[in-house]
């Protein structure tokens, strides 16, 4: 008798990142009729402190790190990754072998009132968030507003807020909307007042180097053209030195006329802020980010990345 084919993916323990194991674990069981998929949870850092501002705990793997030494171990065969959450510099024996297609990118406010906007919010209103990317450009659009430490899970986050005495908080519409919890966002907030984080909206799948079974089978999951844009944001990303503990932004997006990718670098109170837009060729979007990310240096990012590392 023929042994089942079977792998096994190792995802964090929370409501979105289990359901991003599931969606993942879905495709693969409609692409490849007979796979048997198991789902194996394996608790990070960053589950662990919950206390603390992301920024202060340092970011090197805070979500990833477990589920790496779990592929590098064989424990699993695929970690699934926020791909947001994933460092630039991949461990060595290991491989970023599939981005999935990814879900719209911008921010969402969750606020008192349904339609209430960013520009809505009352003067010297109280924001929460945890981001301090979000931070940055939320008080380079409004100075006036106060802004407060927020960690936990999406679902968290929201229950905090209803009991509490802010105006608003601010999360990724893709979380929000996996999580069937589109009912609280206020307002979707464009890109152009709040650019996303490298990578928000998409999965990261990474493998053991050596695993070309798993790489075959997760190839279903792939989508170029996601990977094209995360690929040019990651590159701005790796240049930069940047991460949690930077305000650092970035989109890019292939149109039919080409590839459209922005940037941004702010201090961390809002009121510096140096950003970056082009429209080039899709075919070498390595080369777009690092462009990208050189310029924003000369044009006095490097300023504020060098004061943020040297505090």
């Known amino acids: 008798m023929t042994k089942k084919p079977t792998i096994v ?10 359901w991003q194991a599931e969606h993942v674990k879905s495709i693969l069981r409609k692409k490849h009729r007979g ?18 501002a992301l920024s202060k705990i340092g970011d090197k793997g805070l979500f990833t790190k477990e589920l790496e030494n779990a592929l590098l171990s064989n424990e699993i065969d695929i970690a699934v990754h926020s791909l947001k959450d994933l460092q630039t510099l991949i461990p060595e024996g290991l491989t970023l072998a599939a981005i999935s297609e990814r879900h719209p990118v911008e921010d969402a406010l969750i606020a008192r009132k349904k339609g209430m906007t960013l520009l809505d919010l009352p003067e010297g ?34 229950e905090r807020f209803t009991e509490s005495g802010w105006d608003g908080i ?74 949690c503990q930077i305000p650092i932004g970035a989109y890019g997006e292939v149109k039919s006329n080409g590839f459209y990718f922005s940037a ?6 809002g009121s510096l802020t140096f950003s970056q837009s082009v429209r080039t060729s899709k075919n070498n979007p390595e080369k777009t980010g690092i462009t990208v990310a050189k310029a924003l240096i000369k044009a006095g990012a490097g300023k504020i990345l060098q004061e943020i590392h040297g505090s």
């Open 125 to 158: 209103g109280t924001v929460a968030t945890g981001s301090l990317r979000r931070r940055s450009q939320l008080l380079h659009l409004r100075p006036d507003l106060h802004i407060v430490e927020l960690r936990g899970n999406v679902p968290t986050r929201i």
């Open 9 to 18: 993916i190792g995802s964090r323990g929370s409501q979105l990142a289990l």
């Open 35 to 52: 796979l048997d998929v198991t789902i194996k949870i394996i608790k990070t850092k960053g589950d662990k402190i919950l206390d603390v």
């Open 264 to 269: 941004v670098v702010g201090s961390i109170d």
């Open 170 to 243: 601010i999360l990724a519409r893709a979380g929000v909307e996996r999580l069937g919890l589109k009912k609280h966002i206020s307002s979707i907030i464009p890109v152009s007042q709040i650019l996303p984080a490298v990578g928000q909206g998409a999965l990261g799948i990474e493998t053991s180097a050596q695993n070309s079974r798993a790489i075959e089978i997760i190839q279903v999951l792939h989508h170029e053209n996601t990977a094209i844009a995360v690929q040019a944001e990651r590159a701005l990303l790796k240049t930069l030195e940047g991460g």
